[in-house]
């Protein structure tokens, strides 16, 4: 074969604008034409459903938002599905963040959720309250587990939290569970000042958190990890609720295939082409 | 007197005590500590918020110095200026309504999702590039990857159940004992800083130059 023409080179030496544009076309068109591929569910979601699911009327939640906006897209199925769990079996959930992005999610995540709300009279003030950004950094994590009303006096819109369900919040040992929706951003923080104090914790975190959170799994810190999207598709499935998790996974399952599908195609070219070259 | 007070003994006396009223009321029950130390960490995040206030100061100068000697990509600078501008204007006129939400929800937050999103495509175009079996210890990282990989993808566990034990062995032994000897390391090792800057062995952290030897 000449070194012009060469399969071997075109495969080891794959134009990158290639790859983007069959990612793009994969990624696209499933979510315009879906195909509802079969989904498992993984032994990790099943044990996040089951300690959201023994939830009840005198549990309160803490909810923290620990994300900026662009990685709330990856895990937004694992908020809205867990939101809709919580609400369904009437638990308070106080909902806080940890980064400025985040404060834009509660409004549209209650304006998903209005209609599950309304069929569980789930009201502002008696079931759930917004606190906004109230955790900025390690030091306010910390005085909130020692001493929650010295740190927290309003809810977002400047309303004094005196008189509501928080009222019977003091410090980490009051909380039912804390729900943690993070990309990383002070997940740590709640894991020096709650968790390991004994506070429940759940997390559903990004892809890439996951082998370092798991380890807190396995000794008891968090209960139960949702992982990533992927998690929350399969926690919409279970609670029968399909969502933005599930109309992903067909482009997910597709991006994913083509990703192994350059990889070996790579690797193809790579022996056939640049081994033998360095060869010779 | 004021040399007292800019000495190194000074701000390691200062250093040391905040660490107990923050650290004895972890382990000890002392509710007056407790709320003592409460009120200690919030001045300390207060203080710490009026670092933005320097970091913004310092961008402007640094901004103004590049537009001033028209360095490359000058423009950048420029417009990064006057957004820090406007969206401090915007802050003033009320965050829940008003320019401050629309410049929040219309432009950061698609931004902020599109900077993500990006990823994906990057991603894709290393792991063809990175992923080469050069020698039998990059194949079997090859095989490891490829599997657990191959499991990611939803349609696989559906389709293949056996692959779920095999991908959940790599992730959670391999990965965790990795990840695991990552934590404790780092926390090790920040728990030697620690003692060594209480200790004042680390004067770069009090704002000194020279290490004591």
Known sequence: MSEERNIFRMLAEIDRRIIYLLLFIVVTVPILRPIAMPLAVSPDTKQYYKVLNSLGPDDTVLFVLDTEFSGYMEIQSGVLASARLIIEKGAKMAIACSHPEATGIPPMMFSYLRDVMEKYDYKYGEDYVV???????????????????????????????????????????????????????????????????????????????IPTTKPYV???????????????????????????????????????????FFIIIANIGYFGYVRRRAER | MSAFFRSREAMLIVMVISFLIVFIPYFFNVPALEEFSTTWITIAAIVNA????????????????????????????????????????????????????????????????????????????????????????????????????????????????????????????????????????????????????????????????????
């Open chain 1, 131 to 209: 606190l906004g950004y109230i955790f900025p950094n390690e030091a306010a994590v910390a005085s909130s587990a020692q001493d929650f009303h010295g740190v927290v006096k309003e809810d977002w819109r400047g309303r004094p939290i005196k008189g509501t369900f928080l009222d019977g919040i003091h410090d980490w040992k009051d909380w039912s569970l804390i729900a943690i929706f993070s990309t990383g951003v002070r997940s740590d923080a709640f894991i020096r000042h709650y968790g390991l104090r004994g506070t429940p914790m759940v997390i559903n975190c990004i892809g890439v958190m």
């Open chain 1, 218 to 260: 396995d000794t008891g810190i968090f209960k139960a990890l949702l992982p990533s999207m992927r998690g929350g598709a399969e926690l919409e499935k279970l609670i029968n609720a399909p969502g933005p998790g599930l109309a992903a996974m067909d482009c997910f399952t597709f991006g994913h295939y083509l990703v192994i």
């Open chain 2, 50 to 213: 009026f670092t933005l206030v320097l970091a913004v100061y310092s961008q402007f100068r640094r901004g103004i110095y590049f537009i001033r000697t028209g360095k490359r990509a000058w423009g950048f600078k420029l417009w990064m200026l006057i957004g820090i501008i406007l969206m401090i204007i915007f802050a003033t006129m009320g965050m829940e309504k008003g320019p401050y939400s629309w410049a929040m929800q219309a432009i950061i937050t698609p931004l902020s999702s599109v900077n993500y999103g990006i990823l994906a495509f990057y991603l894709s175009s290393t792991c063809a590039r990175a992923f080469r079996a050069r020698n039998l210890k990059a194949f079997a990282l090859l095989v490891a990857g490829f599997i657990v990989l191959f499991y990611q993808a939803p349609l696989t566990g559906a389709i293949i159940p056996g692959i779920e034990p095999v991908a959940r062995y790599f992730t959670e032994t391999f990965a965790m004992a990795f990840a695991r000897v990552f934590a404790i390391s780092v926390t090790l090792g920040a728990i030697v800083f620690g003692i060594r800057v209480l200790l004042g062995k680390e004067p770069m952290v009090l704002g000194f130059t020279r290490e004591e030897r």
